[in-house]
């Protein structure tokens, strides 16, 4: 079971600051680039992290339509191709540049309501050589379980939220227990408070 120290760090950004925040309205997802039998297993993710969190999922967003917007695609030049999506991403132009610059593979940006909960969520995967080797279960619940809350943008860089039970991949218990601690109705939809972490590891411990 994770303690308050190791859940400040995972929403603590590589800048110093505290940032949480979760879902405050219905996801309506939308997947691009996939295959239909991949996008069957993003479902399967999606379905799974939302039983998981007791969070609900919707057929679409009064205001966006869609709120989960995933791109898997081949090269970051693809982008600005999409109909509408620079209204969605600001500054598309220079941040394209700065991937293609880093040889990033995957980006996301979280939009906001008004009371910090996440609004909307726009998922990039650039499908090269790495990713591309990744199974599709595998890829698909990593990357919902990385848009279902404001992670830092340290959180994963060491170790995966993933974990290997015999021969299937799964969510590693403890991520899996602060999701569903997360989305505690008690608790506010978003917080720039480091003590948030002691409410979300009370909550842990509560749902052992």
Known sequence: M???????????????QFAFARWGRPIAPVVFGVTDETLSVI????????????????ETDPE????LMMFFFRDWDELPEVPGLDRLVPDLGPLLARLKQADANQYRIFHFD????????FVFLRMEENLSAVPAETLALSQIVQSV??????????????????????LRPDIAGLIRAA??????????DASHALRLAARVGLSQ
């Open 2 to 16: 994770m303690d308050a120290s190791e859940i400040e760090a995972l929403f603590t950004r590589s800048a110093g």
């Open 43 to 58: 479902k399967g993710a999606l379905e799974a992290v939302m039983a998981l969190s007791g969070h609900k999922m919707a």
């Open 64 to 67: 966006l339509g869609s709120n």
């Open 114 to 121: 008004t009371d910090g909960g996440i609004k909307a969520c």
């Open 149 to 170: 809350l404001l992670w830092s943008d340290m959180a994963f860089k060491d170790r995966s939220p993933l974990a290997v039970a015999g021969e299937k991949t799964i």
């Open 183 to 192: 989305y505690d109705p008690v608790l506010p939809v978003a917080s720039s």
